[in-house]
């Protein structure tokens, strides 16, 4: 192997690794995302049931 076939393969090789991470944060902060407005959306519904003291 010459220098440019091993510069290649680590090169592709650091690219994939970045890439399978980007798409694994990219998960999870949706899942982080879709909680966070259920959360809201609970608080929401329960503070439109309260009846203000008048």
Do not use: C, H, W
Not at 23 to 42: G, H, V
């Amino acid at each position: 192997m010459d220098i440019d076939a091993i510069n290649a393969v680590l090169g592709l090789g650091t690219l994939g690794f970045v890439l399978a991470f980007a798409y694994i944060n990219l998960r999870q902060t949706e899942e982080q995302l879709k909680a966070s407005r259920e959360r809201r959306e609970k608080r929401a519904a329960a503070a439109g049931r309260v009846v203000p003291a008048e």
